[in-house]
């Protein structure tokens, strides 16, 4: 069955009818509507909007022969149009927009090996061939733009290119790298930081990476092989790393991936695995406090809308992803719970002896 929903995506189906799609209203977004927007038996994955509202951007395997390619349809309906045409033996994928919309990131292993690329965008078509951003030694990973188009971050494995958890985070100039102003290394971490995302104002960088503990590497428990990717913060022109996520949900450990800073600031989105179930989630910037949008598992890959009121992502259906939005977003951190009157009184017995020792 087919609606039209809010005068946007008239070939959407809404989860409202359609409710087998695996997304479903959550806590925190009791108004949100979920929509299907592209749903078949290729691989359609990283969906990100373009500033204006009037594109999408994915990767999608639907040319064939194993590669990837970045694809572009309108968001007023019709049929993907391919922006990127890559040699068969290269993988290109993860778009981005650059704040004008004039161009879109994204990398490709054309040279055997990733870069960070420009596509110059107009119409709905390239206008122009792709030009090579990054160029040291290793692979560099998912560019994405400060929101005043000036600076570029990035992942790369530069300085360590041999080992499988050898990233950090860099920012170059929007114009890429040169021999004499090369990008400059923001996190210095062995914790492999990856999929940066800034903050509204610049002065900041989400990101994901392992926990890393030097003193447990020789143990199951402490080897970066088997800890699990946690989301952290840096300053944008380096600095200390500030870890955002932690501890434990109904007792299991969670593993924390694809961060997207709203562009209004208040929010990161980002995808959350407790035990085999897979699903958006979103931090208060403000509060620390995080919460799920999606409940219904096999949803990741999060990226916002412009204007900070929708969340794009990627279903996971059997051995395809099929992407979706979560629509007219309502988003309030849960309240907490209430304390029993026991733990009250246990408070107040802690404050008590506090002030007698401090006497």
């Known amino acids: 069955m087919r609606t039209r929903l809010f005068g946007k995506f008239p070939w959407l189906i809404s989860t409202a009818i359609f409710m087998g799609c695996g997304s479903f209203p959550a806590r925190g977004a ?14 359609e994955t990283d969906p990100t909007p373009s500033p204006d509202g009037k594109w999408l951007a994915f990767t999608s395997d639907r040319g064939g022969h194993g590669a990837t390619q970045i694809y572009v349809i309108p968001a007023e309906g019709g049929e993907p149009r391919q922006l990127t045409d890559e040699p068969d033996s290269t993988r290109a994928g993860t778009p981005s927009w650059a704040p004008d919309g004039k161009s879109l990131l994204y990398v490709s292993t054309r040279g055997k090996r990733y870069n960070v690329y420009s596509l110059p965008f107009e119409g709905g078509e390239a206008k122009g061939e792709p030009k090579q951003l990054t160029h040291a030694p ?5 560019g994405t733009y400060s929101a005043d188009g000036k600076r570029i971050a990035f992942y790369s494995n530069r300085v360590r290119p041999g080992e499988l958890y050898g990233f950090n985070i860099y920012v170059m100039d929007a114009d890429g790298e040169h021999e004499d102003d090369m990008a400059r290394q923001v996190t210095d971490s062995k914790g492999s930081p990856g999929h940066p995302t800034w903050s509204s104002d ?17 143990t199951m428990e402490g080897n ?13 022109n380096g600095g200390k790393e500030i870890r955002l996520t932690k501890g434990k949900i109904d007792g299991q450990p969670f593993e924390d991936t694809w961060p997207s800073w709203s562009p209004n600031g208040k929010w990161i ?8 179930k897979r699903d958006v989630w979103v931090m208060d910037v403000s509060s620390g406090k995080t919460f799920p949008v999606t ?6 890959k999060p990226t916002w809308a412009w204007d900070s009121k929708s969340i794009y992502y990627s279903l996971v259906n059997d051995k395809s992803e099929d ?5 007219d977003l309502t988003l309030k951190p849960p309240p907490e719970p209430p304390r029993s009157r026991k733990s009250r009184a246990g408070s107040s017995a802690r404050k008590s002896a506090t002030r007698r020792t401090q006497r």
């Not at 009791?30 to 691989?43: M, P, V, W, Y």
């Not at 989105?269 to 085999?276: C, D, H, L, S, W």
């Open 202 to 218: 610049g002065k900041w960088i989400a990101f994901v990476a392992k926990e890393y503990d030097s003193t447990r590497q020789q």
């Open 269 to 276: 989105a980002f995808g959350r695995q407790v035990g085999p």
């Open 323 to 327: 992407i979706w939005v979560a629509n």
């Open 30 to 43: 009791s108004a949100t509507t979920f929509q299907e927007i592209l749903a078949d038996t290729t691989r």
């Open 295 to 300: 409940t219904s598992g096999n949803c990741i």
């Open 224 to 236: 970066i092989l088997f800890t699990k990717y946690q989301l952290y913060k840096v300053p944008a």
């Open 138 to 142: 290793g692979s560099h990973r998912f």
